[in-house]
C-alpha cells in the first residue's frame, strides 16, 4: 500500500462503522489524501456522529470552494483547531466545531445574526415578551411573544411593546436588508 | 452562436416543413438527421450518459408541440408581487449552460432540445387571448424554457415572430436572451410591438457560471444596436448573485449599460435574487461542483428555495434600485419572485397588481 492510499482503509472502515451513506463516502476518498486525513482525525477526535459528518463534508467542500483551500488548510485554522483542543466534553466540542465551520460557510449570514442579537439583547425586553428572529435570517418575518399569565402581565407586556415599538420596527427593516452586512 | 449538435431529429409530419428545410440548411452537414413518428421518445434523458442533461441539449428536435403554448409565468404566485408575463413557449431547452438555470432541474425528464415546428398554433393562441380581451395589453415572451434567439440562425422564428406582433396593437413580444444573435432582427421592422430582452451579470459571474453565452458587453453592444433599429430594449439583473464583491460589480455593470444603452430606450430592469429549489441546488452543485457562485449564502426560506439570506439579498436590490434611479429616474424598475413588502421596502410604494403590471410594462413602463 502506497503512503497515497493508506488512508483509505482507515477512510472506509469509519464509513462502515457509521454507516455513511454511499455517495458521502465516496466523496470523502476523492480528496486528496491530507484533506481525507485530516477530515479523518476530526471525526475521531470529536467522535462525531454520521450526520455531524454528512454536514462537515458538505460545509467543508463548500467552504473550499468558496475560498480555494481544501480541507486540511481549512480545518487547521486557529479558531477550528480551539474548538477541537479546547476545554469541554467531546459532545460540547463537536457541536461548537460545526457551529464554527458554519460560520466560516456563511460568515456575513453569522455577522448580521450577531447584530441582530445584540440588538435584541439592547431592548432588554420583560420575562414574557419575546422577539424570535426568523431562521436562517430566511425572511423579513419577525415574530414578537407574549406570554401572560394574568391581566396586569398582560398590560405590562403590552407596554414594553409600544415602548419599544421603534426598536422592534428597526430590527424588522435591518432583516429587509436597510443595514450594512 | 456555434451549436455542437450530436443529432437532429424531426417528426415526420414536419419534414417538409419550412422550418425543418431551415433548420436543415443552415446546419452543419456532419450533423446526423433522423426522422421520427413521435419526437418525445428523443427528448427523454440518455441514462447511459454521464450527464444527460447536457446530453440533450445536443439532440435538436423538431416536433409538434402538443399542449398549449401560451400560459402564466410560471414565477407568478400569490406570494410574490407578478409583473402579469406570459409565457409563449416555442422551445424547451438551451444550447446554453448557466449553472444556475432552473432547466436542470425543469426539463431533467426531457432535456432533448425541442422547436415546436407548429408554432403557427401559439399565434392562434394569441389571437383567442387578444379576441377575449380586447382591451387589454399583453407582454408575450418566448424566453422561459429557451433562450429566445439562441436558436434563431438555424431557425429563423424570429422574422415570423416579429412580422406577426408588429401587426398587433394589444400584445407586445418579449425576446429574452444572452445571446448578440441579433442578424435576423437587424432585417426586420418590429413597428414599436417588440422589445428584447438580456440577462445581465457581471463579468465574474459570466465567466464562472454562464457557460457559452455572450460576454456582458457584446449583449450590451447588441441592444444598443436593436434599440438604435427600433426595438425596444429591457434587461434583467436576474439572478442577482450576492458573492462578496457583488455589490461594487452589480453598480459598475449598470454604469456600463447606461454608458453602452441611451437609458430613455431602456423599457424596464426587472431585478431578482439567485432562487434554487433543493433539487434545482444539488443538481447545479452536482454539474458545476467548482462554481463558486453557487456556494454563497443561500439558505432555505419559507417558500422552499435557497435564496441569499434576506438582509444581503435586500441589501443588493437597494443599491441596484438606486444606482439606477441615479442614472436613468425614468426606467421602470422591478422585482421578480419576491414579496409585495420586499418591494415597499426597495421602491418606497407596492407594486399594482400582475394584470395592471403587465398592462404598464406591454405598454413601455
Known amino acids: ?181 | 452562436m456555434r451549436f455542437d449538435l450530436d443529432r437532429v431529429f424531426i417528426e415526420n409530419e414536419f419534414r417538409d416543413a419550412p422550418i425543418s428545410r431551415r433548420v436543415l440548411n443552415a446546419l452543419d452537414s456532419r450533423v446526423a438527421v433522423q426522422y421520427v413518428a413521435d419526437g418525445r421518445e428523443a427528448a427523454k434523458p440518455d441514462r447511459r450518459q454521464a450527464d444527460p442533461f447536457a446530453a440533450g441539449k445536443r439532440r435538436l428536435i423538431l416536433m409538434r408541440r402538443r399542449a398549449p403554448f401560451l400560459m402564466a409565468c410560471p414565477a407568478g404566485s400569490a406570494q410574490f408581487a407578478c409583473c402579469g408575463y406570459l409565457v409563449l413557449t416555442l422551445a424547451s431547452n438551451c444550447p446554453m449552460d448557466c449553472s444556475y438555470c432552473f432547466l436542470q432541474e425543469y426539463v431533467a425528464d426531457n432535456p432533448g432540445f425541442q422547436i415546436y415546428a407548429n408554432y403557427a398554433d401559439a399565434l392562434d393562441e394569441i389571437d383567442a387571448l387578444i379576441r377575449k380581451a380586447p382591451g387589454r395589453h399583453f407582454r408575450v415572451g418566448t424566453g422561459e424554457l429557451a433562450d429566445s434567439l439562441a436558436f434563431d440562425r438555424l431557425t429563423g422564428l424570429s422574422l415570423d415572430l416579429v412580422d406577426y406582433f408588429s401587426r398587433q396593437r394589444n400584445a407586445v413580444l418579449e425576446l429574452k436572451t444572452k445571446t448578440d444573435e441579433i442578424d435576423n432582427l437587424l432585417t426586420a421592422d418590429p413597428k414599436g410591438q417588440v422589445l428584447v430582452s438580456w440577462t445581465l451579470s457581471p463579468p465574474a459571474v459570466f465567466a464562472s457560471s454562464e457557460h457559452r453565452s455572450a460576454p456582458p458587453a457584446a449583449r450590451m453592444e447588441a441592444a444598443r444596436r436593436l434599440a438604435d433599429a427600433g426595438y425596444g430594449v429591457a434587461f434583467h439583473l436576474d439572478p442577482m448573485i450576492a458573492y462578496p464583491e457583488a455589490e461594487r460589480d452589480y453598480a459598475e455593470l449598470l454604469d456600463r449599460l447606461f454608458a453602452t444603452v441611451n437609458a430613455s430606450k431602456i423599457r424596464f430592469i426587472s431585478v431578482g435574487g439567485l432562487r434554487m429549489t433543493p433539487g434545482l441546488r444539488r443538481a447545479a452543485r452536482r454539474r458545476f461542483p467548482a462554481d463558486p457562485m453557487l456556494t454563497g449564502e443561500e439558505v432555505l426560506s419559507p417558500d422552499g428555495r435557497y435564496r441569499t439570506f434576506t438582509a444581503l439579498r435586500g441589501r443588493l436590490f437597494d443599491s441596484v434600485s438606486k444606482r439606477i434611479r441615479s442614472q436613468a429616474p425614468g426606467v421602470a424598475v422591478y422585482l421578480c419572485m419576491e414579496s409585495a413588502a420586499m418591494s415597499e421596502r426597495i421602491f418606497g410604494t407596492r407594486p399594482p397588481d400582475p394584470a395592471k403590471m403587465g398592462e404598464i410594462l406591454a405598454r413601455g413602463g
Request: glycine share 4%; charged share 30%; with cysteine.
Open chain 1, 1 to 181: 500500500m502506497s503512503d497515497d492510499s493508506a488512508h483509505i482503509g482507515a477512510v472506509k472502515a469509519w464509513a462502515a462503522e457509521h454507516h455513511l451513506p454511499a455517495a458521502a463516502t465516496d466523496r470523502w476518498l476523492a480528496l486528496k489524501p491530507a484533506d481525507a486525513l485530516a477530515i479523518l482525525e476530526v471525526a475521531r477526535e470529536l467522535r462525531l456522529r454520521t450526520a455531524q459528518m454528512l454536514n462537515m463534508l458538505e460545509l467543508l467542500d463548500e467552504i473550499g470552494v468558496r475560498e480555494g483551500q481544501g480541507a486540511a488548510k481549512i480545518v487547521a485554522r486557529d479558531e477550528l483547531r480551539r474548538t477541537i483542543c479546547g476545554a469541554g466534553s467531546r459532545p460540547a466540542r463537536a457541536s461548537a466545531f460545526m457551529e464554527k465551520l458554519r460560520e466560516l460557510r456563511y460568515p456575513r449570514l453569522a455577522r448580521a445574526r450577531a447584530n441582530l442579537e445584540s440588538a435584541v439583547a439592547a431592548m432588554r425586553l420583560p420575562r414574557g415578551l419575546t422577539v424570535v428572529l426568523p431562521k436562517d435570517l430566511s425572511s423579513d418575518e419577525l415574530m414578537v411573544r407574549l406570554t401572560a399569565h394574568s391581566a396586569s402581565e398582560l398590560d405590562k407586556l403590552l407596554q414594553a411593546l409600544v415602548d419599544n415599538r421603534q426598536q422592534i420596527a428597526a430590527l424588522i427593516e435591518k432583516l429587509g436588508g436597510s443595514d450594512e452586512i
